[in-house]
């Protein structure tokens, strides 16, 4: 079979775009709304936060795993650039869950002071 007699698909280029970039941004913003979830939620405010830690050090795992892949066979930008991307969101993610851990006990002893 000859490739030059198939039919040419010409796709427009915002659609290569979005076919390029979705797989990579599509986990990112599932993780953005559930942290904007568990921050919306008032009950949630009082749990240490755990979900986002765990999160968190998934994120900054993958992060070091393309910093390490990145400079083994000589230099990849791309994973070098995943995995900035990946440490960075994994440390603000570490302290969202440190702030939120806070929060909670702060709460904690309003409620505590307020009752008693």
Sequence with gaps: MDLSSLPKIRAPWWLIIV???????GP??????????M???KQSTFKDGRTILTISYIMMGAGVLFLATAFTNG????QFI?????GGGGVWAFKLAQ???AT???YKKYIAVVVN
């Design 75 to 78: 230099f990849s930008v791309v």
């Design 104 to 106: 909670g006990e702060r």
């Design 28 to 37: 990112l913003i599932g993780i953005a709304l559930l942290i904007l979830r």
């Design 19 to 25: 076919a390029f970039f979705l797989p990579g941004i």
């Design 82 to 86: 995943w995995g900035v991307l990946l």
């Design 99 to 101: 702030g939120m851990k």
């Design 39 to 41: 921050n919306s939620d």
